[in-house]
């Protein structure tokens, strides 16, 4: 199907367009080259704002974890409810709302120098379970609305620290792109009468051309509809709404999926991959909210090499976002790449 020829294809989950033009990828490069990322580093940094025993920024002192360790975030971008401040201006044109909310960082491993790509499976369900437990804790409170677990890895993402954490921003009020995934499979479970991403993990497994890695809880994909090069959705089999409907084998398998997707990508360019990912899932409004269905997205920055990043600008700010490599292409190549991380190797 249209291999050869530009085309636009239509994301399911948010009602955009991507527009694919796969005849451009011979196009000569002689743009910004990034340096390519370190990868020695020490497994102890005394510099580091989240290694065991040293010093944040507001002067606070990390424990000697030695697994994960959750903290609030010293600069949150959220903070909580305050009374008498909840009025809002009424106006149609400018409108504004108050928000409030909690927002937290997680330690992954005490280890300075380690990613998910090479922890241990069971490191990272530890991971795993510490998502959940925050999921259902900051979820439960009245005044949260939704809960976003993400992570920004590398330098070129913007992040500020090489240590292996993540972040969770729960908000009183849903998020813009979670708010939009949330419409178009309410509506595709009014129309048809089924999950959405039930039946789309379905169509992928059968078709089979962009499927990156499988188990037996979790499928990983580059998504018909994808934007970024490499990007990928990891989402499960099975219809669950959220992280707290896995089982303990479930959730072993999430730590799978997690460090084998990990590895390709590090494996792609020889290099620590960089990206930004997150988990979507039902608001913790108290709703069952069966039109859920769970999954994390990737979006990692990288195109041609460690050092040649895709840039989201001119066409893509004004008019909509583009590709050069189809999907195919792009899950092809991560099939084909070894599940030994290349710093392990021989
Ligand atoms: P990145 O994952 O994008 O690098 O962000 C790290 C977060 O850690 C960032 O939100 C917080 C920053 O506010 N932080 C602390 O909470 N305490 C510190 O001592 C430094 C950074
Ligand atoms: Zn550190």
Redesign the pocket.
Known sequence: MFDDHPHRRFNALTGEWVLVSPHRTKRPWQGQQDAPAKDEMPEFDAGC??CPGNV???G?VNPDYDGTFV???????LLPPQSGRNTAPDDDLFRAEPESGV?R?ICYSPRHDLSMARMERHQVRRVVDVWTEQYLELGERDEIGYVQIF??RGAV?????PHP???IWASGGMPTIPAAEQLHQQKHLDEKGECLLCRYVKRELEDGRRIVLENDSFVALVPFWAVWPYEVMLLPRQHMTGLDGMDDACRDDLADALVRLGVRYDNLFQASFPYSMGIHQRPSDGGEHPEWHFHFHYYPPLLRSASVRKFMVGYEMLAMPQRDITPELSAATLRELSEIHYLSRG
């Open positions: 704002y989240l944040r920024a507001n606070e903290f609030d975030n010293d600069f949150a971008a927002c960082v992570e920004n993402m913007g992040c500020s620290n954490h993540g972040q």
